[in-house]
């Protein structure tokens, strides 16, 4: 390492700290400049001597360098002791989190809300704690503050100050999606022309006594109260906004309240909405198509009429691609129900296309889950006194004279005995694998609405990963603020997630990601040493895509403040 002089073709001296090193790959010596200093009859009116200066500087540097290679050397007394309290491990992972949180800029949007307020703590520190802790170590709020000390953060704030910070984060929810909004917009180029929209729901330990905490039906047949979360996505998979609703709404009553705001708030203009067959009303229809909007929903063909069934089953039309699937479209009139501006149902016509496929997957699950279903229908025949209405869902259906008790949800003794519907087994035995999407966007040819399609097993795998991965339920908290604000916290977790999969090219799963993440930690030594212990394929390209080194096994602590403080530079 020296101190260069180049002279340039004005004649003026250019210095520059430069190190040289041995090119393996080309064979010989190179040089890398390490400092750019200046002009030395510039640096002539600032330093008597700037060579000697900066001679002294290159000295410095090269001492840091050997301090740098020399070997870590620390001494432990057998007879020393843990001492009590919080654990000595830290969290070194989460610096990648830091870097999109610092991308998104949500640092910046709570500093800059927290201003006109006279809150006593840093929401931003807070919110960092429970989205980091979301990710990395999921569970209550009481416990992310009892693990604060894992991670190089902030801690001056108290578990009360915590709570009190969800009611802000409440305050402060609708406005923080859309800026989420716009920092992906700016940086990653978000299409919205396309958008996916799914419903599920997440349940509570605690019982219904807020407006959100609704008895309502629960996919995994739980007695607990829920709260339903309609969630917008775009075709990269990364979420858009959510809305919370009580958990007694049906799932298509959130549509349209969701879509308002969508198209209000965040200003996307004309996007093809992409749901299930559980959002298609026809007041979900019109309202789309009002709003100069488009759809692609999938049909129930059980619950068709039997005009479309029919055309189902007609086998002229279709098209086989191999031996296992076939399909066939056409552009035809529907007539479905709204309700108009006096509160009648009343019929109109919509003009579609309407796809229609058959899978031999499909009708191999379909199948696999009827017998399921009636094998259930069989034992609740043999035995009625073991169900009620809601131990009986998916089986019920295949009774013929099942009737139920209306206060107490028993199966009621009739004078007709309880027997197998065997028409409706085989009228849906004929239905089976075939599958249908109806769309106003008419002009697009059926292979591209089906690839449309597609993109919805992204938002329902967002869902999974919301409640598997980042543990958002069951939901602890009871005040209707702090509940919006757990799911805030969640939201906000989980674009860093699809992020952080995106920026890895989707080599990895979500989980693989984040419990690498978790698993790079390091242990305190003495003289501010830190030992590291797991380093692995993810983490190596982790740190490469974001230019963080997690291949040390000894870092000081200021090499990780360093490292710290660079995930926080725009």
């Known amino acids: 390492m020296y101190l260069k002089k180049s002279r340039q073709k004005s004649g003026r001296v250019y210095l520059s700290i430069v190190d040289g090193y041995y090119d393996k790959e080309r064979g010989h010596p190179r040089t890398v400049t390490i400092e750019k200093v200046g002009y030395l009859d510039e640096l ?53 989190l830091s870097q999109l949180y610092h991308e998104l800029g949500i640092d910046q949007f709570l500093i800059n809300r927290q201003k006109t307020t006279k809150l006593g703590f840093n929401t931003n520190d807070v919110m960092k704690l429970l989205v980091f802790s979301r990710l990395l170590r999921p569970g209550s709020k009481r416990r992310a503050f009892e693990d604060r000390h894992w991670f190089f953060e902030k801690t001056n704030y108290s578990l009360d100050d915590v709570y009190r910070s969800l009611s802000f984060f409440h305050q402060h929810r609708k406005a923080l999606q859309l800026w989420i909004h ?88 004309k996007v093809v909405v992409v749901a299930d067959k559980g959002i298609i009303t026809g007041d979900n229809i019109m309202y789309t198509l009002s709003g100069k909007h488009g759809y692609v929903f999938s049909f129930s063909i059980r619950r068709a009429d039997e005009a479309f069934q029919k055309y189902v089953l007609d086998q002229s039309g279709y098209e086989w691609y191999g031996d296992k699937y076939k399909r066939k479209s056409r552009l035809s009139p529907r007539k ?68 139920f008790d209306k206060k107490t949800g028993e199966v009621l003794e009739r004078d007709h005995q309880l027997e197998l519907n065997m028409e409706k087994v ?27 399609y597609r993109g919805l097993w992204r938002i329902e795998e967002s869902f999974r990963v919301t409640k598997s991965d980042l543990e958002a339920r069951p939901v602890y908290v009871s005040r209707e603020d702090h509940i919006e604000a757990h799911f805030l916290t969640c939201f906000v977790a989980l674009v860093m997630a699809r992020l952080l999969e ?69």
Request: hydrophobic share 30%; aromatic share 12%.
């Open 44 to 96: 002539e009116k600032v330093y008597e001597d700037p060579i000697a200066v900066f001679e002294e500087r290159v000295a410095q540097l090269k001492k840091e360098k050997a301090e740098k290679k020399r070997p870590v050397v620390v001494e432990f007394s057998p007879e020393e002791v843990l001492e009590k309290g919080q654990g000595q491990r830290k969290n070194v992972g989460y610096l990648v």
């Open 182 to 269: 716009e920092r992906i917009q700016q940086y990653y180029g978000r299409d919205t022309r396309l958008v996916y929209y799914d419903v599920t729901n997440y349940y509570f330990e605690s019982d219904p006594s807020e407006e959100l905490r609704q008895k309502g039906f629960l996919k995994e047949r739980r007695p607990n109260p829920i709260v339903q979360m309609g969630l917008f996505m775009d075709s990269m998979g990364i979420p858009i906004t959510y809305e919370l609703f009580p958990g007694n709404w049906n799932d298509s009553l959130t549509y349209r309240p969701c879509l308002s705001r969508v198209h209000r708030e965040f200003g996307l203009g």
């Open 336 to 403: 479905i129900w709204i309700t108009n501006t006096q509160g009648k149902k009343v019929q109109t016509t919509v003009h579609e296309r309407q796809v229609v496929f058959y899978s031999e997957k499909y009708a191999k699950k379909a199948k696999r889950e009827r017998e399921k279903a009636v094998a259930k229908a069989m034992d609740l025949i043999q035995h009625p006194g073991r169900y009620s209405r809601a131990t009986s869902k998916g089986a019920a259906g295949y009774v013929k004279h099942l009737q």
């Open 426 to 452: 085989a009228a849906e035995e004929m239905l089976d694998g075939y599958y249908a999407l109806v769309t106003s966007e008419y002009q697009e040819s059926p292979d591209q609405i089906i690839d449309m």
């Open 502 to 570: 995106r920026k890895l090219d989707r080599q990895y799963s979500i989980r693989r990601l984040l419990e690498s993440l978790a698993k790079t930690e390091c242990t305190p030594l003495k003289q501010n040493y830190f030992l590291f212990d797991f380093y692995d394929e993810v983490m190596e390209n982790v740190g490469t895509t974001f230019n963080l080194d997690f291949s040390k096994r000894i870092h000081t602590l200021g090499d990780i403040k360093k490292m710290l403080a660079s995930t926080k530079k725009r």
